[in-house]
């Protein structure tokens, strides 16, 4: 069974900088796509950044682009979202994912991943 654990979360100002850690457990995940959602209140859960294990190609959505940086380490099965120059819109609960494998057509949505950690809360003051 797939168990991952975020931490990293915090209180910012803009401008700011936080690192979140994805603690991933039972499975070797080099097949695995690893993803980073967030879900402010009100809204729908979007996607942040992906990586593939294997590899480590990286993939960002537009408005984190130049900021944000996911990473992985390999011996300790964590993923790290490096986040630079936060901004209040940042705001949100902070969500890791893993899938088995990798598809381009769902490598961005939130079905396209099985297992879920329980979410790390980023608040950035203005």
């Known amino acids: 069974q797939v168990q991952l654990v975020e931490s990293g979360g915090g209180l910012v100002q803009t401008g700011g900088s936080l690192r979140l850690s994805c603690a991933a457990s039972g499975r070797t995940f080099s097949q695995y796509t690893m993803g980073w959602f967030r879900q402010s209140s009100g809204k729908e859960r979007e996607f942040v950044a992906a990586?593939?294990?294997?590899?480590?190609?990286?993939y960002y959505t537009d408005s984190v682009k130049e900021r944000f940086t996911v990473s992985r380490d390999t011996a300790k099965k964590t993923v790290y979202l490096q986040m630079n120059n936060l901004k209040p819109e940042d705001t949100a609960v902070y969500y890791c994912?893993?899938?088995?494998?990798?598809?381009?057509?769902?490598?961005?949505?939130?079905?396209?991943?099985?297992?879920w950690g329980q979410g790390t809360q980023v608040t950035v003051s203005s």
């Open positions: 994912a893993a899938q088995w494998g990798w598809v381009q057509a769902t490598h961005s949505v939130p079905a396209g991943y099985a297992y």
């Open positions: 990586l593939r294990w294997n590899g480590g190609d990286t």
